[in-house]
């Protein structure tokens, strides 16, 4: 698989391998493994909490589930869990905008054409309430000229939401809440 198709695969499941939005982290660490355990999200609260797998980062709120996914691929390769397998594998991750569109349709997948702003353009899909972004980059540099075939930068799926707040005593090895 190239990161063209498994990108248009998270376009139409909203997951890579088992990592997803309302993915659960205790069930991602026995799938996957302990994950790389990053900062909170903002200074002075213990959660939310960045994660990650591979390249892929997961932003997790206080009840364990992952609440966004983020696939950067502007840095030429990715390196994501694989599905059948859930190893790690890298794919080249030089993603054009046309070549992706047709991804998406070979996949059966709908799609809409999200914002633009100076210098990129989205596309979006959503499943089950879940939306994911694709960002393509418009222009070589920030003010350069613009592409013929805009290439992708980033992928991001949310799906924030209200979590009960944990207990003093909960800890499960990532901290307490």
């Not at 205790?26 to 213990?46: M, T």
């Not at 932003?59 to 390769?77: K, N, S």
């Not at 997948?109 to 980059?137: A, H, K, S, Y």
Request: glycine fraction near 12%; include cysteine.
């Amino acid at each position: 698989m190239n990161a063209t198709r498994m990108l248009a695969e998270f376009g139409r499941t909203a997951r890579i391998g088992p990592i997803g939005c309302n993915a659960s982290l205790p069930e991602l660490v026995a799938a996957l493994g302990q994950p790389f355990i990053g900062d909170p999200v903002y200074q002075g609260q213990r959660w939310p909490r960045w994660f990650g797998y591979g390249d892929l980062q997961l932003v997790v709120c206080e009840c364990r589930l992952v609440v966004q996914v983020i696939v950067p691929v502007w840095r030429g390769e990715v390196e994501v869990p694989d599905a059948r397998t859930n190893g790690m594998v890298s794919h080249p991750s030089e993603v054009t905008r046309s070549r992706f569109i047709a991804a998406l349709d070979a996949e059966g997948c709908d799609w809409n054409r999200g914002l633009d702003l100076p210098g990129q353009c989205t596309v979006e899909t959503e499943v089950d309430g879940i939306r994911t972004g694709f960002v393509f980059v418009t222009t070589e540099g920030h003010e350069g000229p613009p592409l013929a075939d805009p290439t992708l930068s980033k992928a991001v799926s949310s799906a924030f939401h209200d979590c009960p707040p944990g207990t003093p005593d909960q800890e499960d090895g990532f901290g307490r809440a």
